[in-house]
C-alpha cells in the first residue's frame, strides 16, 4: 500500500502534542484511537496521523470545559444516552454484545432483529402478517424507496402483539423494495427472488442486511428514538428513521458513491475514512470478501485505498456489491434502510419503554452575536 495522503507526525512530536508518554501513545494506538503507519525511510520507525492526534486533542479539551462538551455532544461528541443494543468498540460492532461481524456469517436479517430488539419469540417471522392489497411496483434508491415505504407504513394496521408488529413492520419495508408480499419467507430470499438475482447474491444480500442491521447512535437512529421519546407508534417512529436515512449525508451516501463509480473523473470522490473505525469499516471488508467485484471497480478501489490509507465504508461496499451481482439501481439503499429497520425497532422499544422524552435545550445566541464555532462533522 502506497503512503497515506495525510500528515503524519513522529512518536516524539505525537507524544508532545498529546502531553503524553510514549506507552500511553502506544496504549491510544491498541485502542485503535490513533493510526500508526511504517516510514517509508526506516521500517522501524512508526509514524503517526496528525489528524488523530488533533482529534485527541480536541476531545480532552471538551472534558475540560463541561459547557463545551455538551454543546459539541450533538456532533460525534459524548454520548448522550445509555443503550443495551449496540456498541462500538475497538474498531469492532456489537450487538447485544454479539460480534455483528461474526454474526453475519449465517444469521438472517430476522435473527438478527431478535437479537436487537431482544424480547421476541423464537417463532416471531413464522406468522404471516397482512399487508396491503395491492402492491406497488418495487421502489429503489433515496425519493422512491422512501416515498414507498412511507406509504406503505401509514397505512391503517390492526392492533398487534409487538412481535407480530415488529415483523410485519420489517416485512412491509422489503415489500417497498421488492413489489410483493414476503408471506414468511426469509427477507434476503423474498428480495433476490424479487430481483431475479443469483444464490450467491441472496447470500451476500442477507449478509449486508445483517451488517446494517444496527450502528449505535446514527443520525437516522436518534430521530427514531427522539420520536419513540414522545409516544408515537413504532411504525412513526421507522417513518422518521426512513426520512432521515435519505439525507445525503447520512443512507444517501450511496448515491455519491455511485455517481463517482459510474465517473471517477468527474463526480467528487467519497470520502473512506469512518470516525468510529481508525483502521477501517469491518462491515465493509466482511461484505466484500467474497463479492466478485466488477474489475473497474476493483482498480478504483485500490487507488482510493492506496491513496486514503483507509478501506471502505459500507455505503461503497453496498454499491459495489449492487454493480456486482447486477440488482437493481439503488438496491444498495433500499438494503441499507431494510436493514437499518431493525435496529430502528429495536431503539424505539427501548426508548418508549424509558418512558423519557428526549428534549435538550438550545443555546441562544443574540442575532448581533458571532454564530459559535462547531468542529467540522
Known amino acids: ?191 433476490a427472488a424479487a430481483w431475479k438475482a443469483s444464490p450467491q447474491a441472496s447470500d451476500a444480500i442477507r449478509r449486508a442486511l445483517v451488517l446494517c442491521a444496527d450502528h449505535e447512535l446514527s443520525s437516522s437512529t436518534f430521530a427514531v428514538r427522539v420520536t419513540a421519546s414522545t409516544g408515537a407508534s413504532l411504525r412513526h417512529a421507522v417513518i422518521a428513521g426512513l426520512v432521515a436515512l435519505s439525507g445525503p449525508y447520512h443512507g444517501g451516501m450511496t448515491e455519491r458513491v455511485r455517481a463517482f463509480l459510474d465517473d471517477p473523473a468527474r463526480a467528487p470522490r467519497p470520502g473512506f475514512r469512518h470516525r468510529l473505525y481508525p483502521e477501517g469499516d469491518p462491515r465493509a471488508q466482511a461484505l466484500l470478501e467474497n463479492v466478485p467485484l466488477l474489475a473497474s471497480d476493483a482498480t478504483t478501489l485500490k487507488i482510493l485505498a492506496d491513496a486514503s490509507g483507509g478501506s471502505p465504508g459500507i455505503d461503497v461496499a453496498l454499491v459495489m456489491m449492487e454493480r456486482a451481482y447486477g440488482l437493481p439501481v439503488g438496491a444498495a439503499f433500499a438494503i441499507f434502510a431494510i436493514g437499518r429497520t431493525a435496529g430502528w425497532l429495536a431503539h424505539a422499544v427501548e426508548q418508549r419503554s424509558q418512558a423519557a422524552l428526549i428534549r435538550p435545550r438550545a443555546r441562544y445566541v443574540a442575532a448581533d452575536d458571532p454564530p459559535p464555532r462547531n468542529p467540522p462533522s
Do not use: C
Open 1 to 191: 500500500m502506497g503512503a497515506p495522503s495525510f500528515d503524519l507526525a513522529s512518536a516524539e512530536e505525537a507524544s508532545s502534542r498529546l502531553g503524553i508518554s510514549r506507552a500511553s501513545l502506544y496504549a491510544y494506538v491498541s485502542r485503535g484511537l490513533i493510526r500508526s503507519f511504517s516510514s517509508p525511510h526506516d521500517p522501524r520507525q512508526r509514524l503517526y496521523a496528525i489528524e488523530d492526534l488533533e482529534a485527541l486533542v480536541e476531545r480532552k479539551a471538551r472534558f475540560r470545559r463541561p459547557a463545551v462538551a455538551a454543546a459539541t455532544a450533538l456532533d460525534w461528541g459524548l454520548p448522550v444516552l445509555e443503550t443495551t443494543i449496540a456498541q462500538i468498540k475497538d474498531g469492532r460492532l456489537f450487538y447485544r454484545g454479539q460480534d455483528a461481524i461474526a454474526l453475519a456469517g449465517t444469521a438472517t436479517l430476522e435473527d438478527a432483529a431478535r437479537i436487537l430488539v431482544g424480547s421476541l419469540r423464537a417463532d416471531a417471522f413464522l406468522e404471516s402478517s397482512r399487508i396491503p392489497a395491492p402492491l406497488p411496483a418495487p421502489a429503489f434508491g433515496l425519493h422512491g424507496f422512501v416515498t414507498q415505504a412511507v406509504r406503505l407504513l401509514s397505512e391503517p394496521a390492526p392492533k398487534e402483539a409487538r412481535a407480530a408488529e415488529v415483523a410485519a413492520i420489517l416485512r412491509l419495508t422489503a415489500a417497498a423494495a421488492s413489489g410483493a408480499d414476503p408471506g414468511i419467507a426469509p427477507l434476503h430470499r423474498h428480495l
